[in-house]
């Protein structure tokens, strides 16, 4: 999902829309990647008339970094540790180097087929570091707003995880935390602020935890099944909308750069396609094998001739 200014691009018929006001941002109107319709994503598929333009904006061509703000701790016992596994082995993975398609023309650089993330080790402490971790003991309340996300990236940055231009900041709620509008108008969004570290284009991502409240957002369940690969419903579906918001921010990571026509970006024109599955050790439908686990995450649109839903 992703934020389009409102002078800019014009929302696609299928896509949620809701007002966003992000600290001293412009108020923008946001279109995202909507719980599951199968009016619309019955097909699971994409034609290849379809077409992908550039529209003059940066692209994040040079090294990037991930990090991730885990914000509150009612997480479920595993739902941390298939997160950052997750992180770890989808850099350099078939199904995140289909961005390298991706470049900011005129020159020749394209996004990395990788990025950097270190992995927590050993018990996390609240309002500390870790890694490329960040915990937030509920900085910003229980109840959050758009304008409570940059926020919250602007505490993590404040209190130790660096500053960066060319890095997205994963923001993962606890299930516990009331998110405006989600599962009903979104699953996860995008977007950038300005105000967060001046001087800078700060890109991050909102992804919130469902528990097992928002079964539309699960690639699963809109699969018919109820079990998930890892066991674990929430963290599941989170790495489903990981890859659609991590594809998203670093080809159009300021909403300017790659979209189509009707504002869909890489990760919209292959919501809940996942190709071909196979079945993971506890009967799950999974699509890719990173590191130690099965996973099951959609497809990103391939920026070739004729384009295509892909994992490599």
């Known amino acids: 999902m992703k934020h389009k200014p409102v002078l800019l691009i014009m929302a696609v018929a299928s896509a ?26 019955g097909a699971r598929g994409r ?7 550039y529209h003059g904006g940066p692209v994040m061509v040079t ?25 770890v082995n989808v850099s350099n993975s078939p199904e995140y180097a289909v ?14 087929t990788n990025y950097a993330f270190t992995a927590p080790k050993g018990t996390p402490v609240l309002n500390s570091v870790n890694g490329s971790v960040y915990y937030d003991n509920y900085s910003q309340g229980k109840s959050l707003g ?10 993590a940055i404040t209190n130790g995880l660096p500053g960066a231009q060319n890095a997205v900041y994963f923001v993962i709620t606890s299930p516990d935390v009331s998110v405006s509008g989600f599962c009903k108008s979104y699953c996860a969004y995008h977007n950038h602020s300005s105000s967060i570290v001046p001087g800078m284009s700060i890109r991050y991502a909102l992804i919130p935890d469902p528990g097992q409240k928002c079964t539309g957002c699960d690639g699963n369940v ?9 066991g674990d419903m929430a963290a599941d579906e989170m790495t489903d909308s990981i890859i659609h918001e ?14 189509t026509k009707n504002g869909e970006e890489n990760g919209d024109l292959c919501n809940y396609n996942y190709g071909t599955t196979y079945p993971a050790p506890n009967g799950a439908l999974a699509n890719a094998h990173l590191g130690k686990r099965d996973y099951l995450i ?4 391939k920026n070739v001739t004729p384009g295509v839903c892909a994992a490599q």
């Open 16 to 41: 949620a829309t809701f007002t966003l006001l992000s600290g001293g941002d412009n108020l923008q109107k946001d279109v995202g990647k909507p719980p599951y319709d199968p009016k619309v994503h």
């Open 47 to 53: 034609a290849s008339s379809a077409q992908i333009l």
């Open 63 to 87: 090294a990037n970094s991930v990090y991730v703000i885990y914000y509150g701790n009612s997480f479920a016992s595993n739902t941390q540790d298939i997160l950052n596994d997750f992180f």
């Open 99 to 112: 961005n390298a398609t991706y470049n900011q023309p005129p020159g020749a650089a394209t996004v990395p």
């Open 146 to 155: 758009s304008s409570s996300i940059p926020a919250i990236v602007k505490n």
């Open 222 to 230: 809109s699969l018919g099944q109820n079990i998930t690969p890892n």
């Open 246 to 259: 991590l594809s998203e921010t670093v080809t159009d990571p300021d909403i300017s750069a790659w979209y």
């Open 298 to 301: 959609q497809l990103i649109w």
